[in-house]
């Protein structure tokens, strides 16, 4: 059974900085695209990064570029996201899901964790 469970999210004030993780079972990371994407409350979700299974090319949303980074660890079948200069702007819940890379730029995955909220507030 394919499980994607997400971890790492709480309070923080703005600057500070998060790491998140995304562990999978049920399936091989190494052949998968992993995207992060997140929603506040109100809006519609938004993708922040993703990661391709192949070369480990990075790809970014512009609010996130320069503060974000997306990594892989293969060997405990885990993706990350090291969040920094954090802005309150930044608060919503966090996801990561697996898919065909091409099909995770364009906002859709196969299989989502249960998310973890991230706050940004002083």
């Known amino acids: 059974q394919v499980q994607l469970v997400e971890s790492g999210g709480g309070l923080v004030q703005p600057g500070g900085s998060l790491r998140l993780s995304c562990a999978a079972s049920g399936f091989t990371l190494d052949y998968y695209a992993i995207g992060w994407f997140r929603q506040a409350p109100g809006k519609e979700r938004e993708g922040v990064s993703c990661i391709s299974s192949s070369d480990g090319t990075t790809y970014y949303a512009d609010s996130v570029k320069g503060r974000f980074t997306i990594s892989r660890d293969n060997a405990k079948n885990t993706v990350y996201l090291q969040m920094n200069s954090l802005k309150p702007e930044d608060t919503a819940v966090y996801y990561c899901?697996?898919?065909?890379?091409?099909?995770?730029?364009?906002?859709?995955?196969?299989?989502w964790g249960q998310g973890t909220q991230v706050t940004v507030s002083s």
């Open positions: 899901a697996t898919a065909r890379l091409r099909d995770l730029l364009a906002g859709l995955g196969d299989y």
